[in-house]
């Protein structure tokens, strides 16, 4: 019987990493292929039934405007986790020192403003954007990204302030540091799991956001990889299947590898908050 659980757990354990392995399997083994190969049903499209070839990806980064797609989701996702800490952690930490039910209430109230859907946004922030004058520029999605990661992001960083012995704070302070200084050396230290998971969550989204990318941007010099890749590789009912899966998986293998790196400290993250919320 303990022989049977064992053979089904390592059964369902393989099935499931074969299902989420797959995706990027297929999109690696799909970049490479040629067009008699890929378009041929006789082939097995899980092999290379002709020789691989670099030209999809050549034609991604010389034929079309990806390289500047790739800049632009770059410099706007690291903006955006910028933004993001800056207004998340000292509201977290401002929040997690709130005693009562204020502080529990305000935690809450914060997470629900992210459960908003971004369907139900995008028009009254469109009307922001058009009065800033910052339409169909990368500077639009800089100001809306982070009316979605703030609010989850410092939600998140309440369980890891929340969690922290506050004997440590009380401790720096009788040793002669400010609030400001107790904060800095020893809350910011004891956060940065919480820390790691919020820059991982802002960059990914910045990247695979596409509502917000095909609104508010038009113009290509300013679209994103979510919102250009679909514009220049789908043309009419021509798709650069190849080309398509490579652009993807430039972008998604990378993240899926920091993802895995701090696999560890996201699962903290999350575990977090539960006995931070039970503390408050």
């Known amino acids: 019987m303990r022989l049977l ?37 006789a082939n097995n499209p899980f092999k290379y039934n002709l020789a691989p070839t670099l030209h999809n990806i050549s034609f991604l980064f010389t034929g079309t405007h990806y390289p500047i797609f790739l800049w632009n989701s770059f410099y706007i996702g690291v903006i955006v986790v910028i933004i993001t800490l800056l207004l998340s952690l000292p509201a977290a930490y ?56 703030v609010p989850f992001c410092t939600w998140l960083l309440l369980g890891f302030f929340k969690s922290m012995p506050r004997e440590l704070e009380e401790a720096a302070l009788i040793d002669g540091c400010s609030r400001w200084q107790t904060f800095l050396r020893v809350a910011l230290p004891l956060s940065l799991p919480g820390i790691a998971t919020c820059v991982v969550f802002a960059f990914a989204l910045s990247l695979s956001d596409y509502i917000y990318a095909a609104v508010f941007v038009s113009s290509t010099a300013s679209r994103t990889v979510s919102a250009g890749v679909p514009t220049e590789l789908i043309r009419g ?24 790196l701090l696999f560890d400290r996201l699962v903290k993250g999350f575990q977090n908050e ?3 919320e039970k503390a408050g």
């Open 5 to 41: 659980r064992r053979i089904g757990f390592w059964l369902a354990l393989g099935l499931f990493a074969i299902f989420s392995i797959f995706p990027a399997a297929w999109m690696v083994i799909t970049s490479f292929k040629q067009d008699q190969d890929l378009y041929n049903v």
């Open 94 to 149: 401002s929040l997690s020192r709130l005693v009562g039910r204020w502080g529990e209430r305000s935690g809450m109230a914060i997470f629900l403003v992210y459960l908003i859907p971004p369907t139900l946004l995008f028009i009254p922030l469109y009307q922001i954007v058009t009065f800033l004058k910052t339409a169909n520029t990368d500077w639009s999605l800089v100001l809306v990204y982070p009316t979605i990661t």
């Open 237 to 260: 009912d021509i798709y650069y299947w190849q080309s398509l899966m490579a652009a993807a998986a430039i972008v998604a293998i990378p993240l899926a590898v920091a993802y895995g």
């Open 274 to 276: 539960p006995a931070g």
